[in-house]
């Protein structure tokens, strides 16, 4: 004999009616079933409304009732011939006046007792049931309906009754043994006090009623059909990556269930436990999917840790104080208040030094346990001896629980460590000595970054999520979205990275998708997006609160730079190649590496100098390793390397600098590569990472530039500006050639001091032979004394720069 228990979603309409009677019959072929049924979906909510709206006066409670009658009536024109509706027509009917003429008490008294709400609660089951027992006499004769009321038998707390199982399992064993159907169907949640009173199970009771019949008749195993593969390692609406539990235990299943996991209702497993019966969680919708296979038996399993789970809406109350130390019955009267107003405790944890003790309570519990708590101890708190209760609201309880959690070192210090790399502030902390479970206490709006950190960790092979909010998609960012899409599938294959783009914006648009943008489109869906905000844009990313966050700035916007102090303190890491935040005052600079640290957020900026070439990095690992860097001696734009190497008798200085941006080499604005600002901000960089302190206006700014070009205030003015002073130009070239020598826009640091400008580069010198748009930077250093450190490359381009931000990503994805 098996127990077969359909869920609200299962039979919620004909359509998946259909689905459960072909599932039952295939079934009643090998074996007797005793099918339970929910209500339709979101029937029991609509009932409960209309409820409280008759109570409150509003006639509202009409129109739900209408919607329930024309709900079933609906189901039954679909499910039941023609010919064969009268009857069950005019039953449903008498079930919905008997409703009716209840809710009218409600409306006429403006009052909703707790035993009236049950009453009116178990409509929901009575109709489905019924309905569906009707349904299945169409194809299968061998079949009846039974009243669970006759059966399951309780006290009269209502709402949530207590069953007695002597009576209960009595009167289930004398019906179905002599019972001769091949199918019984019944209605969960529902059941009678011992004066025939209607009664309830609580919320999620029909598992708990299926549970009950299958424990009465030692029943082969019990099926929960739902609208789910089964148990999941995590919410799978939380946690896109969970994967369905094959096997899990009893007491893994009660705990996941009662931190969350809504396929199960907590009681559920307690009549069937005892008995040692399996439960199966089963798809409706896919029934030829395994499902999840809960017993007692023992699975030994790689990961120790079964599932994580979660429950929302919690508050934490803390009474403290010395008058606490070495009182015994403190934690008693706690309790004993918090049981007379029935609220329960879902989360306990004390310090040995008894100066306080934590408690975890649902948020709809909070004004009432507070005032009660005060009130209970306000001699206590008159005298000092006790602080007035601590409420902190808005909370969550995350949990990892698996039964071999026990025989692991080291998973509490994992846990903790993978939320505390992602900013996870943890409020409270609790763990059984059966280790089958740990618990900690956050904010509310950390839980969906906790729980993907989490199971991302323990279950998804090590592969690192990042998500990238990407500002500005010009020449350099458009490479940068391309080269992801070239290697996103490598990444996740070879380095474990599962890189998602979320945001991309420009100047004059933006675009969000919390589940990744598709990058093939990420142009069109750009242009299509909502009109660019940067206060809007840090203002989701920060709602958004993904877990590897990473703002990439791609553009050499000032007021952008200003924004990365908003992105690191909420642990979100900035990559950007744009060098005014780096080069900005000394006190800046500092601010956002401390942050950086501060809040585990990595602060990258390698293309700040150098493109792609691995400058900056080899400064640092210089100096982590002990060496002390005394002298630079760099050329460090590859705008202006390219425009000094093309320039001659047959290209114009004009010429070489329009050709150089088509080329994507200079600034949006090429004022900022051939003032020379650029450069200077460029070594000042690279000054400060070596370990100096130093301000852009100590560096000395050698401009070969005409302060008229300089002073233009629009590219066109500036490029005309640049044919006038054409002759200027001609001359200095002609100065580096008549001195056998070639012009080299050249940084220097040295003895606390810094400058930039152009220089003519002998032939026996480094910089001569270098070409096109080529950097190179010479270290000298303790250890490089007499022949210094050389950097060379490329140092300009769209591609190399994409190339190097996303070097930096993924140094952040390898960290």
Partial sequence: ????????????????????????????????????????????????????????????????????????????KELIPVSEQSGLLSHIKRIINHLETLLDGCFLLGELSMRTSDTILSFGELLSSYIIAEALKQNFKNSSYKDSRELIKTNSYFGKAAVNFTITNELIIDFFNANEDQVVIMPGFIAASMNGINTTLGRGGSDYSAAIIAGALHANQLEIWTDVNG????????????????????????????????????????????????????????????????????????????????????????????GMIGVSGSSKRLFEVLSHQNINVIFITQASSEHSICIGILNSDADSAEEAINKAFEIEISQNKIDLCIVEKNLCIIALVGENMKNHQGLSGRMFSTLGKNNVNIRAIAQGASERNISAVINERDVKKALNTLHENFFEENTKQLNLFVMGVGNVGEKFMEQIQQQKKFLKENLKINLRVIAVSNSRKMHFDEEGIDLKEWQTLLEN????????????????????????????????????????????????????????EYDNYKKLKKLSQQFNAPFLFETNVGAGLPIIDTVKNLVASGDKVNKIQAVLS????????NFDEKNSFHDVVIEAGVQGFTEPDPKIDLSGIDVAR?????????????????????????????????????FDSLIKHAAHFEAIYKDALSKDSRLKYVAQFENGKANVGLQFIAKDHPFYNLEGKDNIVLFFTDRYVDQPLLIKGAGAGAAVTASGIFADVIRIGNR
């Fill in 1 to 76: 004999m098996k127990v077969l228990k359909f869920g609200g979603t299962s039979v919620a309409n004909a359509q998946n009616i259909k689905l459960v009677l072909d599932i039952i019959i295939k079934n009643a072929t090998n074996e007797k079933l005793i099918v339970v049924v929910s209500a339709f979906s979101k029937v029991t909510d609509m009932l409960h409304l209309a409820s409280s709206s008759a109570a409150a006066g509003d006639e509202n409670y009409k129109v739900i009732l209408a919607e329930i009658e024309k709900k079933h009536l609906d189901a039954i």
């Fill in 231 to 322: 148990m999941f390692t995590a919410n799978p609406k939380v946690v896109k990556q969970a994967q369905p539990i094959a096997f899990i235990s009893y007491q893994e299943a009660m705990e996941l269930s009662h931190f969350g996991a809504k396929v199960l209702y907590p009681p559920t497993i307690q009549p069937v436990l005892r008995k040692n019966i399996p439960i199966i969680i089963k798809n409706t919708f896919e029934p030829e999917i395994v499902g999840t296979y809960i017993s007692n038996q023992e699975m030994i399993f790689s990961n120790p840790v079964k599932g994580i789970s979660h429950i929302n809406n919690i508050t934490l109350i803390t009474l403290e104080g010395s």
């Fill in 529 to 584: 997006g909502e009109i660019a905000n940067q206060e809007k844009f840090i203002d989701t990313v920060k709602e958004l609160n993904l877990r590897n966050s990473i703002f990439v700035d791609i553009t050499a916007n000032e007021n952008i730079s200003k924004t990365y102090e908003q992105y690191l303190k909420r642990n979100i890491a900035v990559v950007t190649c744009n060098k005014i935040a780096c080069a900005s």
């Fill in 638 to 645: 590859g705008s202006l390397n390219f425009i000094f190497n």
């Fill in 682 to 718: 460029k070594i000042l960089i690279l000054i400060r990472e070596s370990g100096y302190q130093m301000e852009i206006d100590e560096i000395e700014n050698e401009s070969f530039m005409p302060a008229e070009c300089l002073d233009t205030t629009t590219n066109q003015a500036f």
